[in-house]
């Protein structure tokens, strides 16, 4: 089993950065794509960004592309999120996930609790 520990989130104003970390323990992740998903009040749940196992290729969806990066440290077990740029659209709690690398939920077999994201005005 592979237990998912999202942490790094918080209030910041529009214009700030984060950067959420997703740490991973029970079993390495070296092997599982990792993504990063948010929901917001009464959406579901959207695909923000995800990473092969390998590192070697990156997605992102289109509304956070030149303002998020994703990245993996294998040395950690870890996979963060660099937020920059935060507009208020981007306030809603963030979720890492380990499957297969998609940018649909079903695909990924393994969850976090999630993190609050808040960008104010």
């Known amino acids: 089993q592979v237990q998912l520990a999202e942490s790094g989130g918080g209030l910041v104003q529009a214009g700030g950065s984060l950067r959420l970390s997703c740490a991973a323990s029970?079993?390495?992740?070296?092997?599982?794509?990792m993504g990063w998903f948010r929901q917001a009040p009464g959406k579901e749940r959207e695909f923000v960004a995800a990473?092969?196992?390998?590192?070697?290729?990156?997605y992102y969806a289109d509304d956070v592309k030149g303002r998020f990066t994703i990245s993996r440290d294998y040395a950690k077990n870890t996979v963060y999120l660099q937020m920059n740029s935060l507009k208020r659209d981007d306030t809603a709690v963030y979720y890492c996930?380990?499957?297969?690398?998609?940018?649909?939920?079903?695909?990924?077999?393994?969850w976090g609790q999630g993190t609050q994201v808040t960008v104010s005005s």
């Open positions: 990473v092969t196992s390998t590192g070697e290729y990156t």
């Open positions: 996930a380990a499957g297969s690398v998609a940018v649909t939920p079903n695909e990924y077999r393994y």
């Open positions: 029970g079993r390495t992740v070296t092997y599982y794509s």
